[in-house]
T-cell receptor, first 113, second 116 residues
Framework: DAEITQSPRHKITETGRQVTLACHQT?????MFWYRQDLGHGLRLIHY???????NKGEVSDGYSVSRSNTEDLPLTLESAASSQTSVYFC????????????FGPGTRLTVL | AQKITQTQPGMFVQEKEAVTLDCTYD???????LFWYKQPSSGEMIFLIY??????QNATEGRYSLNFQKARKSANLVISASQLGDSAMYFC?????????????FGKGTRLHILP
């Protein structure tokens, strides 16, 4: 069965370190997204991609970067982790079409100390 | 201004009763789509139902229906005959514009508690 996976599921890091969160999907979807979820804010879009070599900034992109070298993967990098980036991170993907819901990964809980 | 507003941070409902979760949205684009997602305590995001702005009828999926009132910019989720397993966080979301633009904006969510 097609799926979307994230790794690691839990990560503790220190302020200032670079961190990369992996996202891998086997749906063969062109569209991939990264969100962060914080209490009281719902899900906020960080970055998204509509295909290989395409990346776009979302609502809360400062301090984050992504790259898309193939269809399956969209890793999210925190260049210099800050305590404000402690959150749960979700990756999602979608196909194209009028009724194309986003399929979500299981999430990564990141703690920055 | 918020694009998606969910005014009920939390709700308590007796098991087997019907539940209505409110969602209002703001867009000037005539073409858009509305989604509802469920997030149980385990954390995964589960797609429930979709309504397109040009759809003539309200969407239904099993016990879920979407009460779409276009003029009021309202897209409430109705859960019939609630069950204990319906206890979860529920998010309303919107995609604006044409269907090549798959960005979705989420509301802040409503936490639903079903009481036995």
């Amino acid at each position: 069965d097609a799926e979307i996976t994230q790794s690691p599921r839990h990560k503790i890091t220190e302020t200032g370190r670079q961190v990369t969160l992996a996202c891998h999907q086997t749906w063969n979807h062109n569209n991939m997204f990264w969100y962060r979820q914080d209490l009281g804010h719902g899900l906020r879009l960080i970055h998204y991609s509509y295909g290989v070599q395409d990346t776009n900034k979302g609502e809360v992109s400062d301090g984050y970067s992504v790259s898309r070298s193939n269809t399956e993967d969209l890793p999210l990098t925190l260049e210099s982790a800050a305590s404000s980036q402690t959150s749960v991170y979700f990756c999602a993907s979608s196909g194209q079409g009028s009724h194309n819901e986003q399929f979500f990964g299981p999430g990564t809980r990141l703690t920055v100390l | 201004a918020q694009k998606i507003t969910q005014t009920q941070p939390g709700m308590f409902v007796q098991e087997k009763e019907a539940v209505t979760l409110d969602c209002t949205y703001d867009t000037s684009d005539p073409s858009y789509g509305l989604f509802w997602y469920k997030q149980p305590s385990s954390g995964e995001m589960i797609f429930l139902i979709y309504q397109g702005s040009y759809d003539q009828q309200n969407a239904t999926e099993g016990r879920y229906s979407l009460n779409f009132q276009k003029a009021r910019k309202s897209a409430n989720l109705v859960i019939s005959a609630s069950q204990l397993g319906d206890s979860a966080m529920y998010f309303c979301a919107m995609r604006e514009g044409n269907f090549m633009n798959d960005k979705i904006i989420f509301g802040k969510g409503t936490r639903l508690h079903i009481l036995p």
